[in-house]
């Protein structure tokens, strides 16, 4: 099927294949974290501390990895990576049975977690060109492994719930670890010829600058950097209100949270399958547009929602347009950015999604602390607006100026 023409490559079937399995236990593990913090601290603010101390790491050390990513083999560096994050999903697994633990160790791990993912994504990311041979496939199989990501986002919290409020966050840390079984077998399966990519030897910090300065030159893919990132600070992180949402503003307890995530997870999903139909050629920066707009309206009307189904529709929407603008800005890079500088363009993407994320989540958190819920998603919904707005109007004077210089 055209849909899934990235199949016909067997060493990207077999990376799917595991990440889908292993993603199911990451979003359980994500809902027994979020919910764990609010069950100890009911404060909003304590769940954008955590969220900050687990993504911080790609805002500091994103860049300097690209670098490193780019010399290195990504595919030794994924193995390791996975090795790793098993380790924690063990530890906190351990903890909890133990009764040890407090927001404190939570952070401490989910810091640790942060550190090694920000290796995780960027070798991830670049690995999967390696995988596909035929770089026609690239953009449908970076659209279906966020396919198996949003997949994942509306099942994993959906079974994630049931073992929450049956068994404890325990239990859903426990999947976790297990699931890292089937990533690692599928990634010791692949069969790669390492190729490091030709570039000179330099430090990182010359790495650094040189991918600076490659991004600063290329407007086409740094303006798409830049958009990602004051969405990454003010309008993502409503994703981090759904504990709270889902009990100040419904009354609701860890069911209806796995509700509003699975309920995210499925927009996402959606906006996933709708990538990965999309044509090669297709103009991905007036996808960005469109799905910009539909982000920041889907969190307007969740913030008038009084009715819970509408609310979940408003999620539901909310993540579609995400979903579509992060994927479109994923695939333009790495299918526009130069092969020697891919891993570091990639890098940058990262940090401005995960690295700009902890800092906009301490900073929503705290605005939900002071003004309230419904404001602060007021306030997001209109940001994300603004955005969109800005965007638009560079899309304007771009086509005007080509127009102008033909």
């Given at each position: 099927m055209h849909i899934f023409r990235a199949f016909r490559h067997r060493n990207y079937r077999l990376l799917f294949i595991g990440q889908a399995i292993s993603l199911m236990g990451t979003w359980m593990q994500r809902i027994a974290v979020s919910w764990l913090v609010y069950r100890l601290t009911e404060s909003a603010l304590a769940l954008g501390l955590v969220s900050f101390v687990s993504l911080i790491p790609s805002l500091v050390l994103s860049p300097f990895i690209g670098s490193f990513v780019d010399r290195s083999n990504k595919y030794r560096?994924?193995?390791?990576?996975?090795a790793g994050l098993m380790m924690q999903a063990?530890?906190?697994?351990l903890l909890v049975f133990l009764g040890d633990y407090n927001v404190i160790w939570i952070g401490l791990l989910s810091f640790i977690q942060g550190v090694i993912n920000t290796?995780?994504?960027?070798?991830?990311?670049?690995?999967?060109?390696?995988?596909?041979?035929?770089?026609?496939?690239?953009?449908?199989?970076?659209?279906?492994?966020s396919s198996a990501f949003n997949a994942a986002r509306m099942l994993g919290p959906a079974v994630g719930g049931v073992l929450l409020s049956t068994y404890g966050e325990g239990a859903c840390f426990t999947v976790n670890f297990v699931s890292f079984i089937a990533v690692i077998g599928t990634l010791l399966l692949i069969k790669l010829e390492h190729k490091v990519s030709p570039t000179r030897k330099e430090s990182t910090w010359q790495g650094l600058k040189e991918g600076y300065r490659y991004l600063r030159n290329s407007p086409h893919l740094s303006t798409l950097i830049l958009l990602l990132t004051a969405s990454s600070l003010l309008v993502i992180p409503y994703t981090t209100l759904l504990p709270v949402i889902a009990r100040e503003m419904f009354d609701g307890d860890a069911t209806t949270f796995s509700w509003f995530e699975s309920s995210a997870g499925l927009g996402a999903m959606a906006g996933a399958v709708y990538m990965a139909r999309l044509k090669s050629g297709t103009n991905l920066r007036f996808r960005v547009m469109k799905?910009?707009?539909?982000?920041?309206?889907?969190?307007?009307?969740l913030s008038f929602a009084s009715w819970l189904p509408l609310a979940l529709l408003s999620t539901m929407l909310a993540a579609m347009g995400m979903m579509v603008q992060n994927t479109s800005i994923n695939t333009?890079?790495?299918?526009?950015?130069?092969?020697?500088?891919?891993?570091?363009?990639i890098s940058y993407y990262i940090m401005a999604f995960q690295g700009i994320f902890p800092i906009g989540s301490l900073l929503i958190g705290a605005l939900a602390q002071t003004l309230g819920i419904h404001y602060t998603l007021v306030l997001q919904g209109t940001a994300g607006a603004?955005?969109?707005i800005g965007?638009?109007?560079?899309?304007?004077q771009h086509i005007q100026r080509r127009y102008v210089q033909v």
């Open positions: 560096i994924l193995l390791t990576t996975q063990g530890t906190l697994a290796f995780d994504v960027t070798a991830r990311q670049s690995l999967i060109v390696e995988l596909v041979e035929d770089k026609a496939d690239l953009p449908n199989a970076i659209a279906l492994n799905a910009s707009g539909l982000f920041a309206f889907g969190i307007l009307l333009y890079i790495q299918t526009h950015a130069m092969p020697a500088f891919r891993a570091r363009a603004l955005i969109t965007f638009v109007a560079y899309i304007r």
